[in-house]
């Protein structure tokens, strides 16, 4: 019994040992044997995203729909756990339509690199020991600069359409995916600088807490600032379709609005995928096996995107560019600061395990409060003196009427 848990838990090395043993029986030099090692890691890695994307698809109208009291999929198949493959027929056989001005070669291309670049983080991500694509000595600087390769695809979509439509959509990507880059970079360097690594696998290894008890206030900006690059409810202006019908990919049909579809669900499972290597503790936990706990944690995230979704309106784009740049922003920067003389300080104190992380997550909670309440307290005030200056009164008569 303890033989077969071993092997259950170590799964993916020990498929990993038996196939390199294999190659290597038939005579295969070293650089043979790594080509199509690594040939097989990029199949399995793009199976799962693709499968992963159908999959994401069925659930995330599944649950919507339970948010919205409705059925949602339930025609194709038992359950409608087909709908995806019905999809797929359909796309597939869709007519391929390009614009009569478009640029053709920027227009075909900006589908596959928005894909591609979804895909490609997915090779630094470790769903468990020995279960990585390639455990990187900068794997969450890959991660981060790859994933923002999208943002090339998306203005080579809106430009190479030739739609006005596009193009303001593609404008706005470049608004908003950009900024909220800046305070998702810092939540992550936050991440770095604690566990003394950027290597996925280094930090998965270095949180013996998770870091969503130590770093409570990255992870919550990591995820705001996740679910705007990604481009999800409430942060959708990039294809706001009250506004500017469906922003950047309007002019795109069949299998090319596939491909773009498609690099949405990827960056959220990439997103979730992250959130889970760097707060969560990514593959490590008691009793299951570790890439069983590795998806747990990122369905938790996947999660978070689909009720977000059901739950909040879209914003308007002048009040998302005032969250990223007068909030997050200047926060990241102080906690950024912060967090580096607290644990420096904690650790020239000797505090070190569960010592050194609840001072790590006092300050950090201490942080949020902070953060939360003096923007309160000051949007209290302005509207206290707009309120005075309408009705004539002096602002402290209406504080005073308010605390009655």
Same mark, same amino acid.
């Given at each position: 019994?303890?033989?077969?848990?071993?092997?259950?838990?170590?799964? @993916?090395?020990?498929?990993?040992?038996?196939?390199?043993?294999?190659?290597?029986?038939?005579?295969?030099?070293?650089?043979?044997?790594?080509?199509?090692?690594?040939?097989?890691?990029?199949?399995?890695?793009?199976?799962?995203?693709?499968?992963? @994307?159908?999959?994401?698809?069925?659930?995330?109208?599944?649950?919507?729909?339970?948010?919205?009291?409705?059925?949602?999929?339930?025609?194709?198949?038992?359950?409608?756990?087909?709908?995806? #493959? /019905?999809?797929?027929?359909?796309?597939?056989?869709?007519?391929?339509?390009?614009?009569?001005?478009?640029?053709?070669?920027?227009?075909?291309?900006?589908?596959?690199?928005?894909?591609?670049?979804?895909? /490609?983080?997915?090779?630094?991500?470790?769903?468990?020991? %020995?279960?990585?694509?390639?455990?990187?000595?900068?794997?969450?600087?890959?991660?981060?600069?790859?994933?923002?390769?999208?943002?090339?695809?998306?203005?080579?979509?809106?430009?190479?359409?030739?739609?006005?439509?596009? +193009?303001?959509?593609?404008?706005?990507?470049?608004?908003?995916?950009?900024?909220?880059?800046?305070?998702?970079?810092?939540?992550?360097?936050?991440?770095?600088?604690?566990?003394?690594?950027?290597?996925?696998?280094?930090?998965?290894?270095?949180?013996?807490?998770?870091?969503?008890?130590?770093?409570?206030?990255?992870?919550?900006? @990591?995820?705001?600032?996740?679910?705007? !690059?990604?481009?999800?409810?409430?942060?959708?202006?990039?294809?706001?379709?009250?506004?500017?019908?469906?922003?950047?990919?309007? !002019?795109?049909?069949?299998?090319?609005?596939?491909?773009?579809?498609?690099?949405?669900?990827?960056?959220?499972?990439?997103?979730?995928?992250?959130?889970?290597?760097?707060?969560?503790?990514?593959?490590?936990?008691?009793?299951?096996?570790?890439?069983?706990?590795?998806?747990?944690?990122?369905?938790? %995230?996947?999660?978070?995107?689909?009720?977000?979704?059901?739950?909040?309106?879209?914003?308007?784009?002048?009040?998302?560019?005032? +969250?990223?740049?007068?909030?997050?922003?200047? +926060?990241?920067?102080?906690?950024?600061?912060? #967090?580096?003389?607290?644990?420096?300080?904690?650790?020239?104190?000797?505090?070190?395990?569960?010592?050194?992380?609840?001072?790590?997550?006092?300050?950090?909670?201490?942080?949020?409060?902070?953060?939360?309440?003096?923007?309160?307290?000051?949007?209290?005030?302005?509207?206290?003196?707009?309120?005075?200056? /309408?009705? %004539?009164?002096?602002?402290?008569? +209406? !504080?005073?009427? %308010? /605390?009655?």
């Amino acid at each position: 019994m303890a033989q077969i848990y071993d092997f259950i838990y170590n799964l @993916f090395p020990y498929l990993g040992a038996w196939l390199r043993g294999l190659l290597q029986s038939w005579g295969l030099p070293e650089d043979a044997i790594l080509l199509i090692i690594g040939l097989i890691k990029a199949f399995l890695l793009a199976n799962f995203g693709l499968i992963g @994307f159908a999959i994401l698809t069925y659930v995330e109208r599944k649950i919507v729909a339970r948010f919205q009291d409705r059925l949602g999929p339930n025609v194709a198949g038992p359950y409608g756990i087909l709908q995806p #493959v /019905a999809d797929g027929i359909k796309l597939l056989t869709k007519e391929d339509t390009m614009p009569a001005g478009a640029d053709r070669w920027v227009y075909n291309l900006a589908p596959l690199i928005i894909a591609t670049c979804a895909l /490609a983080p997915l090779v630094v991500i470790p769903f468990g020991p %020995g279960a990585v694509g390639a455990d990187l000595n900068i794997g969450v600087l890959y991660a981060l600069a790859v994933g923002a390769g999208a943002l090339v695809g998306v203005l080579m979509a809106g430009w190479g359409s030739n739609n006005k439509y596009a +193009l303001l959509g593609a404008f706005r990507a470049v608004a908003q995916l950009i900024s909220y880059e800046i305070p998702a970079v810092f939540s992550v360097v936050v991440v770095v600088m604690v566990a003394g690594t950027m290597s996925t696998v280094g930090i998965v290894l270095a949180q013996d807490v998770p870091y969503l008890f130590v770093l409570p206030l990255a992870a919550l900006v @990591f995820l705001i600032s996740g679910v705007a !690059e990604v481009g999800r409810t409430p942060f959708d202006l990039l294809e706001a379709e009250s506004e500017i019908v469906a922003g950047f990919h309007i !002019e795109y049909s069949g299998m090319k609005f596939a491909l773009v579809f498609l690099g949405e669900f990827i960056h959220a499972l990439v997103v979730s995928a992250l959130f889970a290597v760097l707060f969560l503790g990514g593959w490590r936990g008691p009793w299951l096996p570790p890439y069983l706990w590795t998806l747990i944690k990122m369905s938790v %995230g996947i999660f978070l995107f689909f009720w977000l979704r059901a739950t909040l309106p879209r914003i308007r784009i002048d009040q998302m560019l005032n +969250l990223n740049w007068k909030f997050l922003t200047p +926060l990241m920067i102080l906690n950024l600061i912060g #967090v580096a003389l607290v644990d420096k300080g904690l650790r020239a104190a000797g505090a070190t395990g569960g010592l050194w992380a609840a001072g790590m997550f006092a300050f950090n909670m201490a942080m949020l409060i902070g953060a939360l309440g003096i923007p309160g307290y000051l949007g209290h005030r302005a509207r206290m003196a707009a309120m005075a200056s /309408a009705s %004539g009164e002096e602002p402290e008569a +209406l !504080e005073a009427v %308010g /605390a009655h």
